[in-house]
């Protein structure tokens, strides 16, 4: 299959501590199976992966000193990071320590190459439930390319692509006044006019279109007030009013799994990296019509 599982390893290249923990939050949500920051595994409930560090094996005299002292301290995850030194060498150690580890980290080098001669030996050791997590400097990609060569890394470890907008680090937002509401309860709208910031007067409603079988085709946008379309739902609805809120926000996980439920509806082209779709948009007649004041 094409799907890997992916763990966030972006606190070090994020703009500050707190935008580390939040990215951790946002990257959980997005699909991520856990986090190697423990702080936002702790205040999340997010799962709490990783491995060892370099720093951590550079400490000891030797790798297998430095791999025995982290199964004590971890004797139930341990993942055991390979490639400080020689990675097929530090993989025939952690063979040798006969402890039952959950996987070893390749970090440098050909993964391609270094993933599939790590597998053969871990196999041939009978460690065929160890898994290889793989990681440095990896983005969509990178790891695509490696999942199609059929290497047999099961987890790719995300940092600074993962916290940081490499390709588009700017987000180009209009943020203006839409409508007036006086003191008789009459509505003005308002609208910008000027070229490359015409804004869309009123308040609005997404309504989203689906199919049959309840695949999204299109999102149509209109007045707050109007009925939605045939076979669509509207997607805004208020959640605080007057400063408070007026329905319980959903958990972390509701969350996350509402994101994996409105990804599995759109169209798989749509979840192609390597071709750009743009999601079809329309207007209701009674938006368009609209005499801005």
Not at 99 to 120: F, H, M, N, Q, T
Not at 142 to 162: C, E, H, N, Q, W
């Amino acid at each position: 299959g094409i799907e890997r599982d992916v763990i966030y390893f972006g606190t070090r290249r994020a703009h500050g501590p707190e935008a580390g923990v939040l990215a951790a939050l946002a990257a959980y949500i997005g699909g991520c199976i856990g986090t190697s920051n423990v702080y936002a595994g702790k205040k999340y409930n997010i799962p709490i992966l990783g491995t060892m560090a370099h720093s951590c094996i550079e400490a000891f005299d030797n790798e297998e000193e430095a791999f025995r002292k982290y199964y004590e301290v971890f004797p139930e995850n341990t993942i055991l990071l390979v490639d400080t030194y020689g990675t097929i060498e530090a993989v025939q150690k952690a063979i040798k320590l006969k402890k039952v580890i959950k996987g070893v980290r390749l970090d440098s080098g050909d993964l391609k190459s270094l993933s599939k001669r790590v597998r053969k030996i871990l196999d041939e050791a009978g460690l065929n439930k160890v898994k290889i997590v793989a990681s440095g400097n990896l983005n969509e990609y990178k790891i695509l390319d490696l999942v199609k060569a059929k290497t047999p890394i099961d987890l790719f470890g995300v940092g600074t692509d993962m916290v940081i907008s490499r390709d588009w680090p700017a987000l180009d937002l209009t943020y203006k006044l839409v409508q007036t509401l006086d003191a008789w309860g009459n509505i003005k709208f308002k609208a910008k006019r000027s070229l490359g910031k015409k804004t869309i007067p009123g308040r609005k409603q997404i309504f989203r279109l689906l199919n049959e079988k309840g695949h999204y085709i299109k999102d149509v946008i209109g007045l707050f007030y109007e009925r939605p379309p045939k076979n669509s739902r509207p997607l805004l609805k208020p959640i605080i009013k007057k400063g408070e809120l007026i329905e319980p926000l959903p958990s972390i996980q509701r969350i996350r799994e509402e994101v994996h439920k409105h990804l599995s509806c759109l169209p798989p082209s749509y979840l192609d990296i390597n071709t750009t779709r743009q999601f079809k948009i329309g207007f209701t007649e009674k938006i368009s019509s609209l005499r801005v004041v």
